[in-house]
């Protein structure tokens, strides 16, 4: 079982930034594809950005192509989505995810483990 932690959330004016970390308890994360995912109130957890196990294989949302860097560190086991140019709109919570075949993913379904997700607000 893995379980993952979300943190570096909060509340940031609109163009500001910030950095998301997804560590886990009790296992490494280096063999893992991970994802980002997000859900606005009222709406469905849509993908955002995903990473395979090695860097290799990076995908974006359309929403968030050239705003947000999915990248990892497999020494200090973390992933992080670095989000900048922030709008109103990102608000949501945003949830990391990790698929244990190691490959990346926008599908939702392909995850096999779940944070419990981190708030990000933005101001206009």
């Known amino acids: 079982q893995v379980q993952l932690a979300e943190s570096g959330g909060g509340l940031v004016q609109a163009e500001g930034s910030l950095r998301l970390s997804c560590a886990p308890s009790g296992r490494t994360l280096r063999t893992y594809g991970m994802g980002w995912f997000r859900q606005a109130p009222g709406k469905e957890r849509d993908f955002v950005a995903t990473?395979?196990?090695?860097?290799?294989?990076?995908h974006y949302a359309d929403s968030v192509k050239g705003r947000f860097t999915i990248s990892r560190d497999n020494a200090k086991n973390t992933v992080y989505l670095q989000m900048n140019s922030l709008k109103p709109e990102d608000t949501a919570v945003y949830y990391c995810?990790?698929?244990?075949?190691?490959?990346?993913?926008?599908?939702?379904?392909?995850?096999?483990?779940w944070g419990q997700g981190t708030q990000v607000t933005v101001s206009s």
């Open positions: 990473i395979d196990w090695g860097s290799t294989s990076i």
């Open positions: 995810a990790a698929a244990a075949a190691g490959y990346s993913s926008i599908r939702a379904g392909e995850y096999d483990y």
